[in-house]
């Protein structure tokens, strides 16, 4: 079924032009091509190190003015024009997508201290509904939260906080109803439904105290860093103020052990960290220190009993865990109990009564490795892929011999598995359902590498039906992401298949400045090794193409906010090696925005790509600024995607890119801006909404590439 998007998502079926969108309506008429609208060009010089530079399209940052949002409407306008061939198209492309997803479904409960706690989804809603039950045969539902009607009259609607008290009657949640990721906190009394006056603005991270009526949360400051830790009880008008973090580097949150014995409040920089904690059950009381905060080491702290197990990286980059007595956390009681690694990331843990499980990576794949606390006996979880993605969910109780985790690959859907850490045997609860038939035996993902410019082996992840190369090269869709050591994902979605049954092979290359290899992969991509991200990505596509696996002219590739900076510099540098580039939310001004310190995340991402006020850290960023290093020459066709309410990578810079690049580039081919009016960094928020996104992505791709008359393979 068709579900209207709300009015304030970008639409292409706009009325009531304005002035400048009119004008670029103008020529629609007839066969001539629709003109692009062309931003008012205001210079701005500002010098720093010597080196002057003009910004003609600075203003575009100031978001009260109206000629703003003329200008951006004016850019949608455009992008509709060119994109009305491929309306039905897109059409199409929405209505297989929804075709293969259960409208009406329900997530597999997870066990909480009696209760059984899930969301559902019905056919028509945007948003899934909350609720639990009691653990007991034929108990009824109560719904906890449905977004459905939170979201009325909105034109966005994001869940952040979702914790209940211990005694299990009150609910503290937060919401975002605009997309700027500023969430309002909220408690409800789960036993009468009212939601209580206790409300608080801009927090970020909550968790109750073990006394049913204790809330510890963290609120942003202007620039939304998480800076203050606060103690509110209920009824209560003010609250007192435990912690303020100074360094602007710094974050601070809170959060529950699962043994819920602790509360945490973690203060953390991309680099350092430092652990503080209270019982749970003193709310009062005095926060004690884990370790001090070390120059660029990290750490993280759960309990077990009388110590505390520590994953820290003070031997190695790749993390070793040690374990110490709660009374006494000094470094002479801390006992290894898994040493350092170079070739394994130790990435996470979780503690059970009677269970250790360690998260780590080795060749760039997660693993599951589970000890038997009594025993000491360890083993590894098995998975039957060679190329797939695992994470723990859904793991709230204690005492539990279960370990509850999520298995996918590019050809398998998402599998939700109970493992039994005494037995070894997993049981499959849920996969996640294909509608219309899903033969997985047609398709095939493998592992390939690269070899980057300085020797250095780049991983490849690939999927594609087995009859896609029958004709040789063929259309070939590249993903990355290369920042922050975030791992590049593997999983499955139904939404790829239209790509992959029009011929389409989709991959990811796991380039350096992700986590794939852990923190030295990270390192050899930030800050002066930034350049090793761009040129791994350009070795991916090169070796897909000496491969045979596809040509220039049929490479689509796509990356988003950080991954966004990743297009925009590997087109500077080959803009011939692609035919099609599709960016969204992209950070694509580096030097402008990191040299803004009221903007968000900017002060705590100086150890992520450097201070442009640092002359050395300038000249670096200067060579692959994406806004400052577009010239005169031809580019691939662009898809540039943002959102008005963005608070991550403000509008402006994708909004400032394009419109320069619109004056340099020599081509004729597309170069499209398309705003989300009423969403921030993720897009749209309601699930069909973000189903629209998605088809006019994949018809800007197929249309690029030749597929688009092709229709599905059968």
């Not at 103690?231 to 699962?258: K, N, P, Q």
Request: glycine letters at 8%; one cysteine or more.
């Amino acid at each position: 079924m068709h579900v209207p998007a709300p009015a304030a998502v970008a639409s292409f079926c706009l009325l009531a032009l304005s002035p400048v969108m009119a004008a670029a309506q103008s020529n629609v008429a007839g066969s001539a091509a629709p003109t692009p609208p062309a931003a008012e060009r205001r210079p701005h010089v500002d010098t720093l190190h010597g080196d002057v530079r003009q910004d003609d399209w600075f203003w575009l940052r100031d978001k009260p003015d109206p000629r703003v949002r003329e200008y951006l409407e004016a850019e949608n306008a455009y992008a509709g024009q060119v994109l009305a061939p491929a309306r039905e198209l897109q059409a199409s492309l929405y209505d297989e997508m929804l075709a293969r997803i259960k409208q009406t479904d329900l997530s597999v409960p997870v066990r909480d201290r009696g209760w059984l706690y899930y969301s559902r989804t019905v056919e028509g809603k945007q948003y899934p509904i909350r609720a639990r039950r009691r653990n007991v045969p034929d108990a009824p539902e109560q719904v906890t939260l449905d977004l459905n009607a939170m979201a009325e009259g909105q034109s966005f609607m994001a869940l952040g906080a979702y914790t209940v008290s211990d005694d299990g009657n009150l609910l503290a949640y937060s919401t975002d109803s605009t997309g700027f990721r500023q969430y309002t906190l909220r408690v409800k009394d789960l036993r009468t439904g009212e939601v209580l006056p206790d409300v608080r603005e801009k927090v970020v991270s909550v968790t109750w105290a073990g006394d049913n009526r204790t809330l510890f949360y963290t609120v942003e400051d202007p620039a939304k860093r998480s800076y203050r830790l606060y103690r509110h009880v209920l009824g209560d008008a003010t609250d007192s103020l435990v912690y303020e973090e100074a360094d602007e580097r710094f974050g601070v949150y809170v959060s529950r052990g699962r043994s819920r014995r602790n509360v945490y409040m973690t203060i953390g920089s991309l680099t350092t960290s430092e652990v503080r904690w209270l019982s749970a059950t003193d709310p009062a009381g005095a926060w004690a220190t884990v370790a001090p905060r070390t120059p660029n080491v990290e750490y993280e702290v759960d309990d077990h009993g009388d110590r505390f197990f520590m994953r820290i990286n003070d031997t190695g980059r790749s993390f070793r865990l040690v374990s110490m007595p709660m009374r006494s956390t000094a470094p002479a009681s801390w006992k290894e109990e898994v040493a350092h690694r170079p070739d394994v990331m130790l990435e996470g843990m979780d503690l059970f009564a009677r269970h250790r499980v360690l998260y780590e990576r080795r060749d760039a794949l997660p693993r599951i490795v589970v000890t038997n606390m009594e025993s000491g006996a360890t083993h590894d979880v098995e998975f039957p892929e060679p190329v797939y993605g695992v994470f723990a969910s859904g793991n709230a109780e204690w005492d539990t011999p279960v370990l509850r985790y999520t298995y996918t690959s590019f050809v398998t859907p998402s599998s939700v598995y109970d493992y039994d850490m005494n037995t070894r045997r997993a049981t499959l609860l849920k996969q996640t359902e294909v509608l219309g038939g899903y033969d997985r035996s047609r398709y095939t993902s493998e592992r390939v590498y690269a070899t980057a410019k300085d020797g250095t082996r780049v991983p490849l992840s690939l999927v594609y039906r087995k009859d896609a190369r029958q004709g040789g090269p063929a259309p070939l869709l590249l993903n990355a992401y290369g920042s922050y050591g975030i791992p590049a994902s593997v999983g499955f979605s139904s939404n790829v298949l239209s790509l992959l049954d029009r011929g389409m092979i989709v991959a990811v290359a796991h380039i350096r400045g992700g986590g794939d290899y852990g923190k030295p992969w990270h390192d050899q991509g930030r800050m002066f090794n930034k350049m090793n991200t761009f040129t791994d990505f350009i070795a991916s596509a090169e070796a897909l193409v000496a491969q045979g696996y596809t040509r220039p002219d049929r490479l689509v590739i796509q990356g988003g906010s950080a991954g966004g900076l990743l297009m925009g510099a590997v087109t500077n540098l080959r803009p011939d090696l692609f035919k099609a580039v599709v960016s969204h939310v992209p950070f694509v001004d580096v030097i402008n925005t990191m040299l803004d310190e009221t903007l968000p995340l900017t002060v705590g991402e100086f150890e992520e790509w450097g201070n442009p006020k640092v002359e050395a850290e300038y000249r670096y960023i200067k060579q692959y600024d994406p806004y400052t290093n577009l010239r005169a020459t031809a580019y691939p066709a662009m898809l540039v995607k943002t959102s008005f309410n963005d608070s991550q990578v403000s509008y402006h810079e994708p909004a400032k890119y394009v419109a320069r690049l619109r004056t340099l580039k020599t081509d004729h081919h597309p170069l499209l801006l398309v705003t989300n009016m009423g969403a921030g960094h993720g897009g749209a928020s309601g699930r069909y909404d973000r189903l629209r996104e998605i088809a006019l992505d994949y018809a800007f791709m197929l249309t690029q590439t030749g597929l688009a008359a092709g229709g599905v393979v059968p």
